[in-house]
């Protein structure tokens, strides 16, 4: 069997964040398949999933283990439907594993998908894409937080 995990966000931007937990969560899979979140209500003025997927893809196109894809609805269905048997999320406090902790359990008892939590690494903890969106508005440069592609 091949072992899948899923990777989902919104990624606006894809943070050296993400890019970590992408990193720490590949050698725990055959496949990994990101997923770009493609219809997020709450945040109505991001780029086109197209457009966050075509970067992240651009990072990781030497990586046969990776796909990205755009997905619509539940995670916990799009790891389904990627045959998947795991969800990875990312923690960086104390209200993201609480939050991640009762998605984990929906995910398991309705979806039956296991959620796997890796916590952020504390040099990145207070990195977040809503964070970087804010700091650009207001004219940061945010290229530092973001991943190159080696």
């Known amino acids: 069997m091949i072992r899948t995990g899923v990777f989902v966000g ?3 931007p894809f943070t050296i964040g993400h890019d970590s937990i992408v990193k720490r ?3 725990l899979f055959d496949r990994l ?3 770009v979140v493609g219809d997020n209500v709450h945040k109505p003025d991001m780029p086109s999933a197209e457009e966050r997927m075509q970067a992240i893809r651009e990072l990781y196109a030497d990586e046969q283990r990776i796909e990205v894809k755009s997905y619509h609805g539940l995670a916990m269905d799009f790891a389904k439907a990627e045959g998947a048997q795991y969800i990875v999320k990312g923690v960086r406090s104390v209200s993201d ?9 929906f995910n398991r008892r309705i979806g039956g998908i296991e959620t796997i939590l890796l916590y952020t690494e504390p040099e990145l903890a207070c990195i977040s894409s809503s964070a970087l969106r804010e700091l650009q508005h207001f ?9 190159k592609k080696k």
């Open 25 to 27: 969560a590949l050698p």
């Open 97 to 105: 594993f609480e939050y991640e902790q009762w998605q984990a359990d």
């Open 10 to 12: 919104s990624f606006n």
């Open 33 to 35: 398949v990101i997923g």
């Open 139 to 147: 004219g940061v440069d945010i290229s530092p937080y973001l991943p």
